[in-house]
């Protein structure tokens, strides 16, 4: 009893002396338009626009045919899920559009002179670092788990729940996407169809035939631009992102677990390393 209180204070004391600690450099998370996704965007549509000015003189701006195909595909996507998911989705998207770039080598790298702290210090030491934690809040309550004292077991069930409902919540806002992009192209053929028939009906004034064709096109048009373009594009961007920012929370979850063990450091960076693509291993110890 007397050697575990002996260790706890000598814990605490290492904690309140900051003075000689190491630094630890944990990346900044930042968010920014994805310069990638406006470019890819914005290209298509110049493109297009492109085509159609060296093209004739005919018009291919059509309110009624636009409302349609965009607001007939939102609609019918939101048929499909509640009102809560599409809000979480929109959400998701957003950050998408606006992109967060992290590193993972040098994540990894942080993370690692985190656990090296950890190790030599010991673990309540990390509560000194909490401006660099607060950077991720994933990476701040995953080491305060640790500092408060729970066991490996508890960490990586608690973290791999959330890591798993952060994948699905990811996953679902994609099949979203994806769902959209499917409707969009369909909208547009119903409108056509809605053109069709209303020309037909009118068959009596040949000269009307042609620009009515014309507009009763438009609808299909757009929903392939819409469906084509901007949804399914989007749906594989969430898919990365999804899979960029487990990366992240996978390496956070390896991290803590391994302090809360008191493992060797050479043992996590050679696990984080394992879960980083080759382009991107570290060397921390070479």
Not at 192 to 219: C, F, H, K, R, Y
């Given at each position: 009893?007397?050697?575990?209180?002996?260790?706890?204070?000598?814990?605490?004391?290492?904690?309140?002396?900051?003075?000689?600690?190491p630094n630890?450099?944990?990346?900044?998370?930042?968010?920014?338009?994805?310069?990638?996704?406006?470019?890819?965007?914005?290209?298509?549509?110049?493109?297009?626009?492109?085509?159609?000015?060296?093209?004739?003189?005919?018009?291919?701006?059509?309110?009624?045919?636009?409302?349609?195909?965009?607001?007939?595909?939102?609609?019918?996507?939101?048929?499909?899920?509640?009102?809560?998911?599409?809000?979480?989705?929109?959400?998701?998207?957003?950050?998408?559009?606006?992109?967060?770039?992290?590193?993972?080598?040098?994540?990894?790298?942080?993370?690692?002179?985190?656990?090296?702290?950890?190790?030599?210090k010991g673990?309540?030491?990390?509560?000194?670092?909490?401006?660099?934690?607060?950077?991720?809040?994933?990476?701040?309550?995953?080491?305060?788990?640790?500092?408060?004292?729970?066991?490996?077991?508890?960490?990586?069930?608690?973290?791999?729940?959330?890591?798993?409902?952060?994948?699905?919540?990811?996953?679902?806002?994609?099949?979203?996407?994806?769902?959209?992009?499917?409707?969009?192209?369909?909208?547009?053929?119903?409108?056509?169809?809605?053109?069709?028939?209303?020309?037909?009906?009118?068959?009596?004034?040949?000269?009307?035939?042609?620009?009515?064709?014309?507009?009763?096109?438009?609808?299909?048009?757009?929903?392939?631009?819409?469906?084509?373009?901007?949804?399914?594009?989007?749906?594989?961007?969430?898919?990365?992102?999804?899979?960029d920012n487990?990366?992240?929370?996978?390496?956070?979850?390896?991290?803590?677990?391994?302090?809360?063990?008191?493992?060797?450091?050479?043992?996590?960076?050679?696990?984080?390393?394992?879960?980083?693509?080759?382009?991107?291993?570290?060397?921390?110890?070479?």
């Amino acid at each position: 009893m007397k050697e575990a209180t002996s260790q706890r204070q000598t814990s605490a004391d290492a904690a309140g002396d900051t003075s000689q600690l190491p630094n630890v450099s944990i990346p900044t998370i930042y968010r920014r338009i994805d310069l990638a996704t406006l470019i890819g965007i914005l290209g298509t549509f110049g493109l297009i626009v492109a085509a159609i000015a060296m093209g004739s003189d005919a018009e291919f701006l059509n309110i009624p045919s636009i409302l349609m195909v965009v607001i007939g595909t939102l609609f019918a996507t939101a048929t499909s899920y509640t009102g809560a998911e599409l809000r979480k989705s929109g959400q998701v998207i957003g950050e998408t559009i606006l992109g967060t770039n992290i590193n993972p080598s040098a994540m990894a790298a942080g993370l690692l002179d985190l656990a090296v702290v950890a190790k030599k210090k010991g673990i309540l030491v990390l509560s000194n670092y909490d401006s660099e934690l607060k950077k991720d809040g994933f990476l701040h309550k995953a080491v305060q788990m640790v500092i408060d004292g729970y066991t490996a077991a508890d960490v990586e069930f608690f973290l791999s729940q959330e890591l798993e409902a952060d994948i699905e919540r990811h996953k679902r806002s994609a099949g979203i996407t994806r769902r959209a992009s499917e409707i969009a192209p369909a909208m547009g053929l119903i409108g056509t169809l809605v053109g069709l028939v209303q020309m037909l009906a009118n068959l009596d004034s040949p000269e009307t035939i042609g620009p009515a064709m014309a507009v009763a096109l438009l609808t299909t048009f757009y929903g392939a631009i819409l469906g084509t373009i901007v949804m399914a594009p989007l749906a594989v961007k969430l898919e990365k992102r999804s899979s960029d920012n487990a990366l992240i929370k996978i390496m956070i979850t390896l991290t803590c677990i391994s302090i809360a063990k008191q493992d060797n450091p050479r043992k996590l960076e050679m696990m984080l390393n394992a879960e980083l693509p080759p382009s991107k291993r570290i060397r921390y110890f070479d």
